[in-house]
């Protein structure tokens, strides 16, 4: 996962013309550290993403814009356009990752 430390790399990331995902996390948070131990072979297995990760403390606009009001939470984006949402309660185990991506290619 590609970290975004700048509002102007994550505009640059989302305006693309392929699907992103943005993971927004924080370094003190126990559930993101949850997920990293499990997230590796989902972005293998849904590789048509880019995967991109940002820290909500060092962009809380960009957390605020998006509605994330949990962490981790997982937004796609395809050409600037926020597509989908997974919010932190329901981003806790590999399954719920998992059925929310596989809802997307519906």
């Given at each position: 996962?590609?970290?975004i430390t700048s509002t102007e790399q994550f505009?640059?990331?989302?305006?693309g013309t392929e699907?992103?995902?943005v993971k927004f996390q924080a370094g003190w948070c126990p559930d993101c550290t949850r997920m990293d131990m499990f997230i590796d072979?989902?972005?293998?297995?849904?590789n048509e993403y880019k995967w991109f990760d940002v820290n909500r403390d060092?962009?809380?606009?960009?957390a605020e814009k998006y509605e994330v009001m949990g962490i981790p939470s997982l937004?796609?984006?395809e050409k600037g356009?926020?597509?989908a949402h997974l919010h932190s309660a329901n981003a806790?185990?590999?399954e719920s990752v998992t059925e929310f991506l596989a809802n997307q290619k519906k």
């Open positions: 996962m590609k970290p505009n640059e990331v989302i305006e699907p992103v995902i072979p989902i972005m293998e297995e849904y060092e962009l809380p606009e960009l937004l796609i984006f356009e926020k597509k806790k185990t590999p």
